[in-house]
C-alpha cells in the first residue's frame, strides 16, 4: 500500500512526468544534424542521449549496449520536457532553490519508506538513480510555474495551465526530434513513432 500511495503522490506532483512536452516535427534539416533533438537554441546531443539512456540501462541490471527503442523515446522525451520547462522558467521568471529540491525530494522519500523505494519507483519511470535530482528539479520548477500561471486554480487547473504553456512555448522557439527517434506529438505530448518515410530523409 506505501508503495501505491509514494507513485500516487508522484504521479501527482510531478507535472512535468506526465507532460512529456511535444511539438510537429518539421522535418531533419541542418538544425537536427548531429542532434537528437532541438529546442529553440538548445540541441540535445547524441552523445547525451545515449549516456542517459546506458545510466538508465545500468541501473536496471542490463546491457548498456541493450537495444531499446522505447526507453530512448521516453528518455528523450523527458530531455526535451525538462528543457521546455527550463526556457517557460526563464522567460516567466521562475527559479528554483536547492532547498526547495530536498524537501521535495525528502518527502518522497518519507512516503514511500526509503530512499531506495523512491529509486526503485523512478527506476519504472525509466529514471536512474543519478538523475534524480535532476528530474526533481525539473518537477518542482513545473509545479511552481502552475502556481505563477493559475493561483487560483487547484492541482489539476495548474497541471493544465502548465501544460499549455508548455506547448505554446514549443510552438515559439521551436522543437524538433531527429527522424531517427520518432515525431513530436503535440496533442498527445509525446514522442511518437518513427516516420514511415524515414528511408527517404536525409542522413545526419
Do not use: H
Given at each position: 500500500?506505501?508503495?501505491?500511495r509514494i ?29 537528437a ?62 532547498g ?33 535530482e ?10 511552481l ?15 493544465d ?44
Open positions: 500500500m506505501r508503495s501505491v507513485q500516487r503522490v508522484i504521479a501527482t506532483a510531478v507535472i512535468a512526468g506526465t507532460v512529456v512536452a511535444s511539438m510537429t516535427l518539421t522535418g531533419c534539416g541542418a538544425s537536427t544534424s548531429g542532434a533533438a532541438v529546442v529553440g537554441d538548445t540541441r540535445i546531443s547524441e552523445q547525451t542521449l545515449t549516456s542517459t539512456v546506458q545510466e538508465v540501462l545500468v541501473a536496471q541490471q542490463k546491457s548498456p549496449n541493450t537495444s531499446d527503442a522505447a526507453l530512448t523515446s521516453a528518455v528523450l522525451g523527458r530531455l526535451v520536457t525538462s528543457e521546455l520547462v527550463d526556457q517557460l522558467a526563464a522567460e516567466a521568471g521562475v527559479t528554483v532553490t536547492q526547495a529540491i530536498d524537501s521535495t525530494l525528502q518527502g518522497y522519500v518519507q512516503q514511500a519508506g526509503g530512499e531506495a523505494a523512491v529509486q526503485d519507483i523512478l527506476l519504472q519511470r525509466n529514471v536512474a538513480p543519478s538523475q534524480i535532476a528530474f526533481v528539479r525539473t518537477n518542482v520548477l513545473a509545479q510555474l502552475g502556481q505563477a500561471l493559475a493561483p487560483q486554480a487547484g492541482i489539476e487547473g495548474q497541471s495551465a502548465v501544460v499549455a504553456a508548455i506547448i505554446e512555448t514549443s510552438l515559439v522557439v521551436g522543437t524538433e526530434v531527429s527522424p531517427r527517434f520518432g515525431t513530436w506529438e503535440p496533442t498527445k505530448l509525446t514522442i511518437g513513432p518513427v516516420p514511415n518515410d524515414l528511408s527517404v530523409l536525409p542522413a545526419l
